[in-house]
């Protein structure tokens, strides 16, 4: 059990894997220190994820007013651009956070080692006798009558470079001078380095790509040149594509924040940018005439703003020029980065062929599609807040071998996205149920709608334990068996696509999508209920 900041070793009765799931589950409700440290983690994190899926909502609800066809359009581009950029950034993001979080703690733990043994090293001082003892006694002479002697401390550094004490008799006013260079030292992280070094490059490749291929993407998606939905979503997508390297940086910056434990700094930078967008999209839109182009440009504007403030914050706690290249760990990155990127790409087919097969249904089912979706990932990302706090804490857990820490927080995280999972179900179906003509007047649009609410609000709880336990796959480095069953998972999910949406449609490519989900939970559930890779010491 977990309670007031510590962690009971595991009963007996949780020797079977598959238990701890159930380990103090009565504590999901209670706020106990764990609870409470997942929370300030997980509440600003799902914030912020969910505030840039949000202002696409406020663009797709913006854009519903122009025509059923400006929104199908615009849905195909937003669908493009948010899985080439989620290819690109997401194995960089979740390697980020994961080995931030590993050097910070291993630096907080060196630097409270390096107290210790100056603690250690002033006592064994107090302890002996000086040898100039005339000196000695003319500094303890003035100590009593209360004078206050200051004496250089010279030719006198520790090992790892902080200046230690040369005597018992160093001013409070050297401390305090000491604790005020300590605070101001800034963090030595290179991983952090390396994320912001590959968010740049990875975000000119991806404007570039984008822009040059951005007709035969659309044509992928059943976007064909006679379409009418092809002028406006070639317009929004190039323009939205000269945002891709503010929002890689963005992402990649956030995830060093995250691996700080600090997801408030993204939350704020994200609510102006995001502010920003609302604020200029009817602006451009409608003053201005600018149609789709000028829903595109407020967002790629509100993305410069979010780059900016995460960068001025990060420069402010972190030393981003490394020692050596060597320290950048480029091969260590790209390693675990290609196992990511191939789940990566596997979740992304299945998403992306969904939308395809909708858009091949015409543009009325495309916008319901369309906002079906994002209603579906907006809510669903709300589980990635919990992934993203028990990521940070596993991570940190395993860099002590505090494993019960680790058992404690995965089972605890896992529990509160169940239970969020409902809400959200009840939340989402009502809302999208009588709230649909939010997004469009179209009585046809809202008719559609209307079928696919219970395969959008049933699958909340599935969708958040599954995007739980990628975080917690992240958390214990296990990398490699979250690419490797996403594969399968993918494999499985493609071909039910394909079978269903010839067999249903619209309903088809909903049950199918539902499917794949429940692949994804099942994967994780598996792992960690069998207790093997990193928690094969469940079993012990």
């Known amino acids: ?98 080995f931030v979080a590993e050097e910070e703690t291993i630096e907080r733990m060196n630097s409270e080692a390096i107290k210790v043994q100056d603690i250690e090293k002033s006592t064994m001082n107090k302890g002996e006798p000086n040898e100039s003892t005339t000196q000695d006694d003319v500094k303890l002479e003035n100590l009593e009558n209360g004078s206050t002697v200051k004496y250089e401390a010279k030719d006198v550094a520790s090992e790892d470079g902080f200046k230690a004490s040369p005597c018992k008799h160093a001013t409070v006013s050297d401390n305090s001078s000491n604790k005020s260079n300590l605070k101001k030292q800034k963090r030595n992280i290179p991983s952090a380095s390396t994320a912001l070094v590959f968010g740049a490059v990875l ?30 979503a070639h317009k929004y997508l190039t323009l939205r594509a000269l945002g891709a390297p503010a929002v890689l940086l963005s992402l990649a910056m956030q995830g060093v924040f995250r691996g700080f434990k600090d997801t408030k700094t993204p939350l704020y930078a994200t609510v102006a940018g995001d502010l920003a967008n609302i604020i200029l999209d009817p602006i451009l839109i409608f003053t201005c005439n600018l149609g789709v182009s000028g829903a595109a440009i407020a967002h790629v504007l509100s993305q410069y703003i979010i780059s900016l403030i995460l960068l001025v914050k990060l420069m402010q706690q972190v030393d981003l020029l490394p020692p050596s290249v060597k320290a950048l760990q480029f091969s260590r990155f790209l390693e675990n980065g290609f196992l990511l990127l191939f789940k990566v790409i596997a979740a992304t087919v299945c998403v992306t062929l969904a939308a395809s097969l909708a858009s091949r249904l015409g543009a009325t089912p495309m916008a319901a599609f369309q906002i079906c979706l994002q209603v579906w990932l907006t809510s669903s990302l709300l589980a990635d807040g919990l992934a993203v706090a028990g990521q940070a804490i596993i991570a940190s857990s395993f860099a002590e071998k505090n494993y019960e820490k680790a058992t404690a927080a995965a089972a605890r995280v896992l529990q509160m996205a169940f239970v969020m999972g409902l809400g959200l179900a009840l939340l989402v179906g009502l809302g999208l149920h009588f709230g649909s003509g939010v997004f469009t007047k179209d009585i046809n649009v809202i008719h559609i709608i209307t079928i696919g609410v219970p395969f959008v609000a049933g699958t909340q709880p599935i969708n958040s334990i599954a995007f739980v336990y990628d975080g917690i796959n992240f958390g214990a480095s296990d990398f490699a068996y979250s690419a490797y069953s996403m594969i399968l998972v993918a494999i499985g999910s493609i071909g039910s696509l394909f079978v269903l949406y010839k067999a249903g449609g619209f309903v088809g490519i909903w049950v199918a999508l539902s499917i794949f989900m429940g692949f994804r939970a099942i994967a994780g559930i598996w792992r960690m209920g069998t207790g093997t890779g990193p928690w094969s010491f469940l079993r012990k």
């Open 203 to 232: 975000g000119i490749l991806e404007t570039l790509l984008i822009v040059l291929l951005a007709e035969p993407l659309l044509s992928l998606m059943g976007v064909k040149s006679g379409s009418p939905m092809l002028l406006p």
């Open 1 to 98: 059990m977990a309670e007031d900041g510590v962690v009971v070793p595991t009963q007996g009765k949780w020797k079977l894997p598959i238990f701890v799931f159930f380990k103090d589950l009565r504590l999901v409700i209670k706020m106990d220190s764990l609870g409470k440290e997942i929370l300030l983690i997980a509440v600003p994190a799902a914030m912020a994820l969910a505030a840039d899926p949000i202002a696409s909502l406020i663009d797709t609800a913006f854009i519903g007013r122009i025509g059923p066809v400006e929104i199908a359009a615009v849905g195909v581009s937003i669908a493009i651009f948010n899985q080439v950029s989620k290819v690109a950034i997401f194995p960089l993001v979740s390697i980020t956070t994961s």
